[in-house]
């Protein structure tokens, strides 16, 4: 998924195979204003007595954003928040095979979801897990929504299960 700021609307791209594709069409369906479709586009126009649940909903997927991509954009967000009252527009992005096959490497290859290298060290690769495992770990999340903290927690057992692999193939290695 990602967010986008036009000067004329709010751009949301989603995947249908995204976890959030469901709640979102959902809210932008039935829950705010009067949506209508142009297309593969869904277009929703704010009414004014929706605008705090417009922007905790935009601020709920700029998070989802935001932990996805580590990264944090404070300048973003104030502008997220400002262009709440705009159109939002939930536009369907159709998932590449490339992308696809990324995704299929990365959960085969342990290395990879550590961002880690076969001939780092153990202590190195450690380093790496305890990052992401902190940054993934549920307890951390300050959100009540359901949806990114079931994704937070698979993400984090994917992690562990990745160091678990690494560990017992380097235990073997100095073991011979």
Same mark, same amino acid.
């Given at each position: 998924?990602?967010?986008?700021?036009?000067?004329? &609307?709010? &751009?949301?791209?989603?995947?249908?195979?995204?976890?959030?594709?469901?709640?979102?069409?959902?809210?932008?369906?039935?829950?705010?204003?009067?949506?209508?479709? $142009? #297309?593969?586009?869904?277009?929703?126009?704010?009414?004014?007595?929706?605008?705090?649940?417009? @922007?905790?909903?935009? $601020?709920?997927? +700029?998070?989802? &954003?935001?932990?996805?991509?580590?990264?944090?954009?404070?300048?973003?967000?104030? #502008?997220?928040?400002?262009? &709440?009252? !705009?159109? /939002? @527009?939930? $536009?369907?992005?159709?998932?590449?095979?490339?992308?696809?096959?990324?995704?299929?490497?990365? %959960?085969?290859?342990?290395?990879?979801?550590? %961002?880690?290298?076969? +001939?780092?060290?153990?202590?190195?690769?450690?380093?790496?897990?305890?990052?992401?495992?902190?940054? +993934?770990?549920?307890?951390?999340? =300050?959100?009540?929504?359901?949806?990114?903290?079931?994704?937070?927690?698979? @993400?984090?057992?994917? /992690? =562990?299960?990745?160091?678990?692999?690494?560990?017992?193939?380097? !235990? %073997?290695?100095?073991?011979?």
């Amino acid at each position: 998924m990602q967010l986008r700021l036009t000067p004329h &609307c709010i &751009c949301i791209y989603l995947s249908k195979t995204s976890s959030y594709y469901e709640t979102v069409m959902h809210t932008l369906n039935q829950t705010f204003g009067q949506p209508f479709w $142009i #297309k593969e586009t869904l277009i929703n126009i704010a009414l004014h007595h929706e605008l705090e649940r417009r @922007k905790a909903f935009l $601020i709920s997927l +700029y998070r989802h &954003c935001a932990l996805a991509s580590k990264t944090h954009n404070a300048l973003f967000l104030q #502008k997220l928040i400002a262009f &709440c009252a !705009k159109p /939002i @527009k939930l $536009i369907i992005t159709h998932e590449t095979t490339s992308t696809s096959l990324e995704n299929i490497e990365t %959960r085969t290859d342990p290395y990879r979801l550590l %961002r880690a290298n076969k +001939y780092e060290s153990f202590h190195s690769i450690r380093r790496k897990y305890l990052r992401l495992a902190k940054a +993934y770990h549920p307890d951390t999340l =300050q959100t009540n929504d359901d949806a990114l903290r079931q994704t937070t927690t698979l @993400k984090f057992r994917q /992690i =562990q299960e990745a160091y678990e692999v690494i560990k017992a193939e380097k !235990k %073997r290695q100095t073991a011979a």
